[in-house]
């Protein structure tokens, strides 16, 4: 037994029951893997009683794992709501000194024989070498569909929670915060942006170091008792004031990652330069009402405030210059936040021909390029464009991961295959 057949079991359900201390628990939702460090899941949800449960879970064959794995020492495992354990043989507490609920999940023995005998993989298509007998304009006019399954539950799922006022601004705002984090930084600037009153931005929107202030502020990235040089205490005086006038409450420390990152994706000036961005808000959003894709390119190019072309981090000049975010990142908020804002405001406005035009954009992008796209090209299933890739992304997050495969739009089309292939043809 490993990890991460432990893992897989959870994504997929494949256990008899949880129990927390001695209760059984109903698990309304296993959460999202985590492919970066941190808890194994997040947005799990978990229902005790009549008390719901939400946000991420770690997991462990046993839970004195815990401390072989250092989490006891970690600020990024503060936060679970549970420690999903085979054996509970330890109570183990969080850097806070806090205990960390605990709970037993049951396997049956079958299927944890079944997991290993398949070699599980956590990147898979589960429907090879069937599939391969499909013409790939087949398979393209089977996935296609779900573009508007991928954009409603972007949009519903930025839109959800507590949402300060600014409406489809401050819808905007989150989604651009997010993708600014470069994947690694995703959760924590949108996060970071969640925790601050829409209308603390729009106040400032003219004032850049303010907007930076706030954000790098609510970021938990000033170290407001120390200043490491004049421009970190700068925008520390700025932060208190706005941090008081807004009752505002940052996300903590130690939530945002640099390991792994170029330097110019530093979450630090990756906060600058949605400051920047922000400066001209009114130009964006007048730019996203009318579907001004030439003017929105030019407004998300952008150069972080002089400091950061020229610094790593407060106190750390870099040696050289390090300028405007590049094409590829331009394309990231494209794709993932300003075609699904354009997408949103078409909704909220009532416009199916608003709605259209960002489905139209999407295919006038080029496809995208990451490890999923990659394992449907390795079955000869390309992309044309940027709208075949978040297609395959949707397909893959929601029906693959899970074990959707009933719910696949192509389900119909492979069974129907099934029928006919010879019995030698067929996976074993």
């Excluded at 020492?73 to 354990?85: A, G, Q």
């Excluded at 600014?180 to 850049?208: F, Q, V, W």
């Excluded at 170091?209 to 700025?238: F, K």
């Excluded at 006038?245 to 940052?250: E, G, Q, R, V």
Aim: charged share 25%; net charge negative.
């Amino acid at each position: 037994m490993t990890e991460d057949i432990l893992q897989y079991c959870w994504s997929n359900r494949l256990f008899d029951d949880l129990t927390v201390r001695g209760q059984q628990v109903e698990v309304e939702s296993v959460g999202v893997q985590n492919s970066s460090d941190g808890p194994d899941f997040t947005m799990a949800r978990i229902r005790l009683g009549k008390i719901l449960w939400v946000g991420s879970v770690e997991l462990h064959l046993r839970a004195s794992d815990w401390y072989a794995h250092g989490h006891d020492t970690d600020p990024r495992y503060s936060d679970l709501i549970l420690h999903i354990v085979l054996e509970d043989d330890k109570e183990v507490y969080d850097q806070r000194g806090e205990r960390v609920p605990c709970g037993v999940l049951r396997l049956s023995k079958e299927a944890v024989d079944r997991m290993t005998k398949l070699q599980v993989s956590g990147r898979s298509l589960r429907c090879t070498p069937e599939i391969t007998e499909i013409s790939i304009d087949e398979i393209r006019s089977c996935f296609r569909p779900l573009i508007h399954e991928r954009m409603h539950n972007r949009v519903e799922r930025m839109a959800a929670g507590p949402v300060h006022e600014g409406g489809v601004n401050a819808f905007l705002f989150r989604s651009i915060m997010r993708y600014l984090g470069c994947h690694r930084n995703n959760d924590p600037m949108e996060e970071t942006a969640r925790s601050i009153p829409y209308r603390a931005l729009k106040r400032h929107a003219s004032d850049p170091t303010a907007l930076e202030a706030i954000l790098l502020g609510q970021a938990g990235l000033l170290q407001t008792t120390a200043p490491r040089d004049e421009y970190e205490a700068q925008l520390t005086e700025e932060y208190l004031f706005y941090r008081s006038a807004f009752d505002l409450t940052p996300i903590g420390e130690g939530k945002f990652r640099k390991l792994r990152l170029r330097p110019a994706a530093y979450p630090a000036r990756m906060l600058s330069v949605a400051a920047q961005i922000f400066h001209h808000e009114d130009e964006l959003m007048g730019a996203v009402t009318t579907r001004d894709w030439e003017r929105l390119d030019h407004l998300l190019r952008v150069e972080p405030s002089p400091y950061w072309q020229s610094h790593l981090d407060f106190g750390q000049p870099s040696s050289r210059r390090i300028g405007a975010i590049g094409d590829s990142l331009i394309r990231i908020l494209m794709i993932n936040a300003i075609i699904p804002t354009v997408y949103y405001y078409a909704e909220w406005s009532g416009s199916h021909a608003g709605k259209e035009a960002a489905l139209d954009r999407l295919r006038e992008l080029p496809p995208e390029r990451n490890s999923y796209i990659d394992l449907f090209s390795r079955y000869g299933i390309t992309a044309t464009n940027a709208l075949d890739t978040q297609c395959m992304l949707e397909l893959y997050t929601n029906h693959c991961i899970p074990y959707h495969c009933l719910s696949c739009p192509m389900a119909v089309r492979l069974f129907e295959l099934l029928r006919t292939l010879p019995q030698s043809g067929r996976s074993t």
